[in-house]
């Protein structure tokens, strides 16, 4: 069975590691939330122990909803009897999206009405509605025609622990909390002898989890008044096991009781706000820490390293031992964030606990630059709606070392190109944070006598091969005019390289530079190197491998971003198939959107074995992935089954030894006419190529399909300086 467990946007990897680690058999990230395979005793389990989910929500049904009457008629047709009595309490919460139900209030009411009428014709009564705290919560999520319907297993947020009674201006949600300690290392860093300070802690959320962490406290056994520690089930859903639930339960309190026991004093807040300092100690009451965490008043540019109780009781001297430190500095509108406070912070922690790691939610990227700290790992998170930086600093205070390869002094032509890179870094910057980029093209012949692309890669924060530098650019020649000496060629792109170590700031060997060598014949690409190494990237809302120096190609076309995300948001429950499906990153696309199947067709084995890996990395497999070796157009020709949704995204031309010569001018209206006798009724075909002299031939291809030029619409901002970098269209069945 696969349940959906929500969190705040940016959690998904750490929540599905989570998931899988208390039992669950897989867990895939989505959007803001993860798909869950496991049993109804896993997602129970979930309830009680995950720190990091927001809601699990255990699925009903799920039927068609293409209006409003259809919504109505799919809840009905429910037996609500087997889920609920009557004399029980409901609550709706509803989130749509699309444009045939528009109003989340009024489908929640539309479900209600017909779970009301269901039960009215069945028993004679019915049940009430309340909001606050009901028997049973549903959620209804309405998208892309379709109504799914969950049970809440938790009953609410699941971020809600129990404690808190007091609170600041801008408190910290507990999950997000989790998340910060977890990025940090704790609580095994605690296991270690280690100590967690907070130097701007506020009402304590920071320092209260991580202690609830340290004493292996379950997140969900004080919760609604401590229901779970009288054994109460948070749903009176008949499907809810009450009996395991209690089971659950009784486990967590004996495992509470030894934590409690072992609970070292390592725990410091620091505040120079009195109010939130006793807001603090309230919530720490609350939590059962009154005696475990020491709290004092005072500024952070005083912050002094603290002492600590030693775990020998032979030690007579106080330590001062390594440590985490924790802290969310103010960011938000309501406490205007102050690039200098930040600066005082990272002064202070480099000052006072140098050899401390560090896990700081800062407001955003720049903030965190401006601590001065330099961080190891950095990742994007969401508090709320805002979009925040979580950087991880170990050492805070990093030891100094030689560095025998510093950018030297840019000379005129060098300083341009640095320039212009610092421009487009401005100009993308607010679109790259809006939509989640990572991967972009930040260079592209702006200046046309420095003819190169350079690539922006940033490795994912999930990589397990990630070293805390997640900065990587992959530097492109383009082919020199004939005419230009080959003297001024390789002066030309010296100053390219220069000036991107100078603006990015990082070594030499995190570069990839792919040169032409002139040779007998034109140009041609020297040699790559042979680092056989891969890393993981995020797009969207998936991983995928990239190698940026074995091959001309790193196993990702950034130009078709748009088209890959457009395949991911129309991907749920169609037959999917990637024609020339290279290194099948629009297959994981596809399959993380919700495709029932897909298929994947290339002549390449290594390329197949790339896709392979690509879905293994997002937790994807098994026979509804088809992977085809084979000629494209041959096989599709030979091709029975139906598809809704197609890419075609062919070669300029191949004359590989293994297949006929193929040119995609001469064979684009076979490919198409073949293509399109694959896809079912009201399928969809999208055909793109990045051949700059191609031309479709219209006439022909309107015998058998309408076809729409979407090329505008799949050219993304870093690659608008060069809108023939590929053209799409859209092609329907006629």
């Not at 429910?78 to 009024?106: E, F, K, N």
């Not at 948070?234 to 934590?259: I, K």
């Not at 475990?292 to 330590?319: H, K, M, N, R, Y």
Request: aromatic share 8%.
């Amino acid at each position: 069975m696969t349940f959906f467990a929500s969190c705040p946007k940016g959690l998904e990897y750490l929540l599905a590691d989570e998931l899988v680690a208390l039992g669950c058999a897989r867990a895939t990230a989505a959007i803001a939330g993860v798909n869950v395979a496991g049993t109804l005793h896993d997602a129970q389990r979930a309830v009680l122990w995950s720190r990091l989910a927001s809601r699990v929500l255990w699925p009903v049904a799920e039927y068609a909803c293409e209006h409003e009457d259809a919504l109505y008629a799919g809840a009905r047709a429910i037996d609500w009897a087997a889920h609920l009595d009557p004399s029980m309490t409901l609550a709706i919460d509803a989130h749509v999206s699309g444009s045939a139900i528009t109003h989340a209030r009024y489908a929640a009411q539309r479900v209600k009405d017909a779970i009301v009428d269901s039960l009215r014709e069945a028993t004679g009564a019915r049940p009430d509605v309340d909001v606050a705290s009901p028997d049973l919560r549903l959620s209804l999520v309405v998208r892309k025609g379709r109504a799914i319907l969950s049970v809440d297993l938790g009953g609410g947020p699941l971020h809600r622990r129990g404690w808190r009674r007091a609170q600041g201006e801008a408190p910290l949600k507990e999950n997000l909390a989790a998340a910060v300690l977890m990025r940090g290392g704790w609580p095994a860093l605690y296991a270690e002898g280690g100590a967690l300070l907070d130097p701007m802690c506020g009402s304590g959320t920071l320092l209260i989890e991580g202690a609830l962490m340290a004493a292996d406290v379950a997140p969900g056994l004080a919760r609604d008044g401590g229901a779970a520690t009288a054994g109460r089930a948070p749903s009176r859903w008949h499907g809810f096991d009450a009996e395991y639930w209690r089971t659950l339960c009784d486990e967590a309190l004996a495992r509470e009781r030894s934590g409690r026991e072992r609970l070292r004093n390592a725990f410091f807040g620091r505040d120079l706000d009195a109010h939130a300092v006793h807001a603090a100690r309230e919530n720490a009451t609350a939590a059962g820490l009154r005696d475990a965490i020491d709290w004092q008043i005072g500024d952070v540019v005083a912050l002094q390293a603290p002492s600590s109780v030693p775990a020998d009781d032979a030690a007579t001297d106080a330590a001062a031992p390594r440590g985490l430190v924790v802290c969310n500095p103010p960011y938000d509108a309501r406490l205007a964030a102050d690039a200098a406070l930040y600066r005082s912070l990272g002064d202070a922690l480099a000052r006072a606990v140098p050899d401390w790691r560090a896990s700081l939610l800062c407001g955003d990227a720049e903030l965190a630059h401006a601590t001065g700290l330099r961080a190891k790992k950095k990742y994007q998170v969401f508090n709320g709606a805002l979009e925040c930086s979580l950087i991880v600093c170990d050492p805070v205070r990093p030891p100094r070392r030689e560095v025998d390869d510093a950018p030297q002094a840019l000379g005129e032509g060098a300083t341009m190109v640095a320039n212009r890179l610092r421009k487009n870094l401005r100009r993308f910057k607010a679109w790259r944070e809006r939509e989640g980029v990572t991967c972009y093209r930040v260079y592209d012949a702006d200046l046309p006598e420095y003819a190169a692309a350079i690539d922006v890669y940033v490795q994912s924060a999930s990589d397990p091969a990630a070293d805390g530098t997640p900065l990587w650019l992959h530097v492109q020649e383009y082919a020199a005019p004939a005419e230009i000496p080959e003297a001024t060629t390789r002066r030309r792109f010296g100053d390219v390289l220069g000036a991107a170590r100078d603006v990015f700031r990082i070594p030499r060997e995190r570069i990839a530079v792919k040169t032409r060598a002139r040779g007998k014949g034109g140009s041609k690409y020297g040699r790559f190197d042979a680092r056989h190494a891969f890393m993981l990237v995020d797009e969207g809302q998936v991983r995928l491998r990239v190698n940026l120096f074995d091959y001309l190609d790193t196993g990702l076309f950034l130009d078709h971003r748009p088209m890959r995300l457009r395949i991911a948001d129309e991907a749920a429950d169609t037959r999917f198939l990637n024609l020339f499906g290279y290194t099948g990153a629009a297959t994981v696309h596809a399959a993380a959107g919700g495709a029932r199947q897909t298929t994947t067709v290339d002549l390449s084995a290594t390329y197949l074995q790339w896709c392979a890996d690509n879905l293994a990395a997002n937790g994807i497999g098994g026979a509804r992935h088809r992977l085809v070796q084979a000629d494209a157009l041959q096989w599709l020709e030979a091709e029975t089954a139906q598809y809704d949704l197609i890419f075609c995204d062919p070669p300029t031309f191949s004359n590989s030894a293994r297949a006929k010569d193929f040119d995609i001018q001469r064979e684009h209206v076979r490919l198409l006419r073949a293509a399109v006798a694959r896809l079912a009724p009201g399928g969809a075909l999208y055909f793109s190529n990045n051949f700059r002299r191609f031309r479709l031939d219209a006439e022909a291809v309107a015998a058998f399909a309408q076809c729409e030029d979407i090329t505008p619409a799949t050219i993304a901002p870093d690659f608008e300086r060069n809108p023939r970098i590929h053209r799409a269209w859209r092609l329907t069945a006629r």
